[in-house]
């Protein structure tokens, strides 16, 4: 059975979990992150780290950036990205504008360019989800375990750099 989850292999080279492979364990934070405002802090990261260990899943254009932003999540902290986040969409909002605004991370190291990581120490597969919950153990954890694949992710792509 080939396609059964169990068996499965995600694109980032982990082993799937009891619920599939990472985009099923993404879709089902970005699901619960919905209703959850304090789990919806992590959201930029989440994100960040899914895009940058799937990087097929997301847009090339904007990986750059995502990977200067998880620097900067990793380097300054949640409260910092957020401060940067909420200036951002003041911005857009005035301008009309979409994309990401580079100047707080214009001084972080760009995207290496060439082949994608076939490994990372820690993966959204790996995460725990008891009784259909992320944050069944609190939020704080929650987010030490985000912050670990941060790590992993940015780990993994660092070597990569000329
Ligand atoms: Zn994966």
């Given at each position: 059975m080939p396609d059964s989850p169990f068996l499965g292999q995600c694109d980032c080279g982990t082993t799937a979990g009891p619920l599939g492979v990472c985009a099923d364990y993404y879709h089902a934070i970005l699901a619960e992150e919905q209703a959850d405002p304090e789990m919806y802090r992590w959201h930029g990261p989440v994100v960040c780290a899914y895009l940058l260990q799937?990087?097929?899943?997301?847009?090339e254009k904007y990986l750059d950036s995502q990977f200067r932003y998880l620097q900067f999540y990793v380097d300054k902290g949640l409260d910092a990205l957020l401060r940067v986040a909420a200036h951002q969409v003041a911005r857009n909002n005035h301008r009309a504008r979409s994309g990401y605004d580079m100047t707080p991370v214009a001084t972080y190291a760009p995207l290496p360019l060439g082949e994608t990581p076939r490994?990372?120490?820690?993966?959204?597969?790996?995460l725990p989800c008891s009784d259909g919950s992320f944050v069944s153990d609190g939020h704080l954890a929650y987010g030490r375990r985000i912050e670990t694949i941060a790590e992993a992710t940015l780990e993994a792509w660092r070597p990569l750099q000329a």
């Open positions: 799937h990087p097929s899943r997301g847009h490994h990372f120490r820690a993966t959204f597969c790996e």
